[in-house]
């Protein structure tokens, strides 16, 4: 039986500790590290945190409407899930269930290149909008490939990213010794050892 997110989680510290628990120690390292030593990963988290919210008191609130209308569609908050490779670590139906789970909320979700479904079983997921997020590691057929795929499934949008000609080398992947199934046989000899 489905949970009842409503009635389960009440704050966002409880849907990380509910991962936590769910993930053994490799997923759960990947899932929330990032690249390098992770600087990049802990000057985010200090500029989100020093984004402030001044308090205005005594204004009509009666009818706030944080909706927005993203890639044609109603959006309930004007937001997306940003796209993760290899979710299937974390739950079997991978971006499936990410999709449904944002397609259920009422937000569009950014699918990664990284998934083991097909963009028809994720498009069936979500009547919310679903983009296609593709890291180029073929040439133009690949891409061309990928491009037909999402027209034909009717996806929203196509992502092409552009800054990652190599795989990151994630320390914290390294230190667990966390092979990644979706990366067998792909790391070149030139990326040189556990550059995963
Ligand atoms: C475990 C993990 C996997 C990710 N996989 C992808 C991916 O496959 N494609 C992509 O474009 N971005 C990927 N990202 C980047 C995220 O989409 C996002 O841009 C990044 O985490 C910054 O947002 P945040 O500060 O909300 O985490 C990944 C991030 C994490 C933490």
Redo the contacts with the bound molecule.
């Keep these: 039986m489905q949970p009842d997110l409503e009635t389960e989680f009440l704050t966002l510290h409880e849907f990380v500790a509910a991962a936590r628990q769910r993930l053994d120690a490799k997923g759960w390292d990947?899932?929330i590290?990032?690249t390098e030593t992770e600087t990049t990963l802990r000057r985010?988290r200090l500029a989100l945190d020093a984004i402030a919210l001044r308090p205005r008191v005594l204004r009509d609130v009666g009818a706030v409407d944080c909706s927005a209308t993203l890639f044609g569609k109603p959006a309930r908050l004007p937001l997306l899930l940003?796209?993760?490779?290899?979710l299937e670590t974390c739950d079997p139906e991978g971006a499936v269930a990410a999709a449904r789970g944002a397609g259920g909320f009422g937000v569009p979700v950014m699918v990664?290149?990284?998934t083991s479904h097909s963009k028809a079983e994720i498009r069936a997921a979500s009547a919310s909008p679903v983009l296609f997020?593709l890291?180029v590691r073929g040439g133009g057929r690949f891409i061309e490939d990928h491009v037909e795929e999402a027209i034909a499934a009717g996806l929203e949008a196509f992502c092409l990213?552009v800054d990652t000609a190599h795989y990151s080398r994630r320390e914290r992947d390294i230190v667990r010794r966390f092979d990644k199934p979706w990366r067998a046989g792909v790391d070149d000899a030139a990326s040189g050892p556990r550059r995963r």
């Design positions: 990947y899932i590290g990032g985010n940003a796209p993760v490779g290899g990664s290149s990284v997020q890291y990213t």
